[in-house]
């Protein structure tokens, strides 16, 4: 993913721009889940993991996975790898993230 649509300077400065950029690993989920007493990390590490068990449960492979929340840290997008268009990846990512933008208005 980072060597993919990361990669992209269209992409980038969308980002940049709209979003708070946060790599978290799964591992570590786990571990702020268990470890904070910040209510906004909690939310977060919650809508997170939830968003994320739940498609696992559906049989969305773990492996990567792109969430937008809002600045009150609910759930806007969420858009596993295996789900991005292969054929056109940074243009199918770029209109999760647009899209993603819209629902937030």
Do not use: C, W
């Not at 992409?11 to 904070?36: A, E, M, P, S």
């Not at 792109?66 to 292969?86: K, R, T």
Request: charged fraction near 20%; glycine fraction near 4%.
């Amino acid at each position: 993913m980072r060597a993919v649509v990361l990669s992209d300077s269209k992409i980038i400065k969308l980002l940049n721009k709209h979003y708070v950029n946060t790599f978290v690993l799964i591992k570590d989920l786990r571990k702020l889940q268990n470890g904070t007493q910040n209510e906004s990390v909690s939310k977060f590490v919650n809508t997170v993991s939830t968003t994320f068990e739940e498609a696992v449960a559906r049989g969305v492979d773990g492996s990567v996975n792109s969430f937008v929340l809002s600045p009150q840290l609910e759930l806007i997008g969420h858009l596993p790898y295996q789900d991005l268009n292969m054929n056109a990846i940074n243009e199918t990512y770029l209109t999760f993230l647009k899209d993603s933008l819209t629902k937030n208005k």
